[in-house]
């Protein structure tokens, strides 16, 4: 069978996740022996380290996961799709996207980003954010316009977290969220925290919150700052809310600005 490399690949990476294992050659031997047991089958480990696990891996490095190759091994590419619901391999490759959890599904849309700028800032910043689907990846994706800087990544859910991880278009500045999303299936507000490391080399954290914009498209929303410290707070009622929750910078706000001799010294 030939089919985009991309394909098998991310559904033994979804798999393994699926079933809390490593992708590596001892979390795939674990896999194998899950899918014997349930399946009442005999599942080659070397199938899907080898033949899926490193020959795409090497083609993902060269950008060339949309490349078609031949998979010989159908009964393991089976026996892959059905720990996620699907009969087969055949129908799963035909609707790559449909075992998207709801939660995850429901994410799918324009949202606007709240975070506090800095400590010494007293600036609520909102930005504009759009979770959508590509043809190429199992995973959602994420565009962010943080200022003058547009932020793109992926989000995965794991448990009831959702997490993000975002690079600027030089690569230059990183950024990673975390929010709570339990079992809801139309969320309307996502609360959770943000992890940096700034320009100056200082890791930095807060709360964050994310609204999605029901009746808004991406391209409509826009970018907006309000001055904490002097009670100037947006409009909307959630927008009050966020602010005054944001309010206080020792509650939502953490900068780590000395300790790197690395050193024990450091703690004092």
């Not at 031949?70 to 129908?91: H, M, P, Q, T, Y």
């Not at 939660?103 to 800095?118: H, M, P, Q, T």
Request: aromatic letters at 12%.
């Amino acid at each position: 069978m030939k089919v985009a490399a991309f394909i098998p690949y991310e559904l033994l990476k979804k798999v393994c996740e699926d079933k809390a294992l490593t992708l590596d050659r001892k979390g795939i031997i674990k896999l194998c022996d899950m899918i014997s047991e349930e399946q009442d089958t005999v599942a080659d480990h070397r199938f899907y380290y080898e033949s899926v696990f490193i020959r795409v891996g090497n083609l993902a490095r060269e950008g060339k996961l949309n490349k078609e190759i031949e998979f010989r091994n159908i009964d393991a590419l089976d026996n892959l799709a059905k720990c996620v619901g699907f009969e087969d391999f055949d129908s799963y490759k035909e609707n790559p996207f449909s075992n998207l959890s709801p939660e995850l599904k429901s994410c799918i849309g324009a949202w606007y980003y709240y975070v506090r700028e800095n400590k010494e800032g007293n600036v609520l910043l909102r930005s504009p954010m759009k979770i959508y689907q590509v043809s190429d990846s199992l995973n959602l994706q994420v565009e962010l316009i943080g200022g003058t800087r547009i932020f793109t990544g992926y989000v995965v859910k794991k448990n009831e977290a959702l997490f993000f991880h975002l690079n600027d278009q030089q690569k230059l500045k990183q950024m990673h969220f975390v929010f709570k999303i339990g079992l809801t299936i139309h969320p309307q507000v996502l609360q959770g925290v943000i992890s940096a490391y700034t320009s100056g080399g200082v890791p930095v954290a807060g709360r964050a919150f994310l609204v999605k914009q029901v009746n808004k498209k991406y391209e409509e929303l826009d970018t907006q700052k309000w001055l904490l410290h002097k009670q100037v707070f947006p409009d909307t009622e959630w927008e009050k809310s966020i602010a005054k929750i944001l309010e206080k910078p020792e509650n939502n706000y953490i900068r780590v600005d000395n300790g790197f001799q690395m050193n024990l010294e450091d703690l004092e």
